[in-house]
C-alpha cells in the first residue's frame, strides 16, 4: 500500500475537521503531497470521514492520473494539484466549511489582521478568491490566482483553503484562521475592527521565524 502513513494521518485529520467544527458531513477535504515520489494521497469523495478507512485514501500523480485506489478522489483534487504546482515548499493542504470563514468570505470580506497570530499565514490577510463551482478547474485557478504568497485563501460562498509544510501545520493554520474570523466577525458586530498595519504583520512574521524551538515550531501559542 503505498503512502500507509500518510493515509492515516487523513484518516485521523478528517475525523478531527469534524470534531473541531471545521466542516460538518461529508464537506471538505485533505491532501498530503511526497515530493520524492511526485504522489497526492487524497481523501475520497462523499465517503463519512468516521467510516473512512486507509484504503479509502486514493493516490494521484499531479497529472491527476489515480495510481492506487479504489474509490473517486475528492471532488477538489484539482484545487490541491493546482495548489501543489503553485507552491513548492508545501506539502500537506486542508480546505475546511467552516462557519466564519463562509461568513466573511459571503460577504467577500478578507480574514484582516485583528489579530496578530494571522501572521502564521504567511500574509497580512487572507483573501478572497472569486466565487467558482466546486469541483471545476475554474475554481482550482481561481484559488491559485488568488492565494499569493500566503497560505490561505478564501473561497467565495464555499470555505476556506489552508497550506502547510506539514498537516498538522496545515490544519493548525485552519483553526487559528476559523478563530480570528470569528473575531473579526463578533467585532464587526459591534463596531469597526482595529486592524493591525501590514508593517507590524511583517515585523510579527519575521519575528515568527525565531519563535518556539529551534526547527520545530508546530503552532503558534496564543499568550
Known amino acids: 500500500m503505498l503512502m500507509k502513513y500518510e493515509r492515516q494521518q487523513i484518516v485521523d485529520y478528517c475525523k478531527k475537521m469534524t470534531v473541531d467544527h471545521l466542516t460538518s458531513?461529508?464537506?471538505?477535504?485533505?491532501?498530503?503531497?511526497?515530493?520524492?515520489?511526485?504522489?497526492?494521497?487524497?481523501?475520497?469523495?462523499?465517503?463519512?470521514?468516521?467510516e473512512t478507512k486507509q484504503e479509502d485514501i486514493v493516490i494521484m500523480t499531479l497529472d491527476g492520473q489515480i495510481v492506487e485506489g479504489?474509490?473517486?478522489?475528492?471532488?477538489?483534487?484539482?484545487?490541491?494539484?493546482?495548489?501543489y504546482k503553485k507552491k513548492i515548499d508545501i506539502?500537506?493542504?486542508?480546505?475546511?466549511?467552516?462557519?466564519?470563514?463562509?461568513?466573511?468570505?459571503?460577504?467577500?470580506?478578507?480574514?484582516?489582521?485583528?489579530?496578530?497570530?494571522?501572521?502564521?499565514?504567511?500574509?497580512?490577510?487572507v483573501p478572497v478568491a472569486p466565487y467558482a463551482?466546486?469541483?471545476t478547474e475554474e475554481l482550482a485557478q481561481s484559488v491559485a490566482n488568488t492565494i499569493g504568497e500566503g497560505r490561505a485563501c478564501l473561497m467565495a460562498n464555499h470555505g476556506m483553503v489552508t497550506c502547510g509544510k506539514d498537516i498538522e501545520s496545515a490544519y493548525n493554520l485552519a483553526r487559528e484562521c476559523e478563530w480570528i474570523a470569528?473575531?473579526?466577525?463578533?467585532?464587526?458586530?459591534?463596531g469597526v475592527p482595529n486592524i493591525i498595519d501590514d508593517t507590524e504583520m511583517r515585523n510579527v512574521m519575521q519575528r515568527f521565524n525565531d519563535y518556539g524551538q529551534p526547527h520545530n515550531r508546530k503552532e503558534v501559542v496564543y499568550d
Do not use: C
Not at 25 to 50: H, Q, R, V, W
Not at 182 to 190: D, P, T
Open 25 to 50: 458531513g461529508t464537506g471538505g477535504n485533505i491532501s498530503i503531497f511526497d515530493p520524492l515520489t511526485g504522489f497526492m494521497a487524497i481523501s475520497p469523495s462523499g465517503i463519512n470521514y468516521f
Open 70 to 83: 479504489k474509490r473517486r478522489p475528492s471532488s477538489e483534487h484539482n484545487l490541491h494539484i493546482a495548489l
Open 91 to 125: 506539502s500537506s493542504i486542508v480546505h475546511t466549511h467552516s462557519m466564519y470563514g463562509i461568513v466573511l468570505s459571503t460577504l467577500n470580506l478578507p480574514i484582516k489582521a485583528v489579530d496578530y497570530i494571522l501572521a502564521d499565514a504567511g500574509a497580512t490577510e
Open 133 to 135: 463551482t466546486f469541483g
Open 182 to 190: 470569528e473575531i473579526q466577525w463578533r467585532a464587526m458586530a459591534v
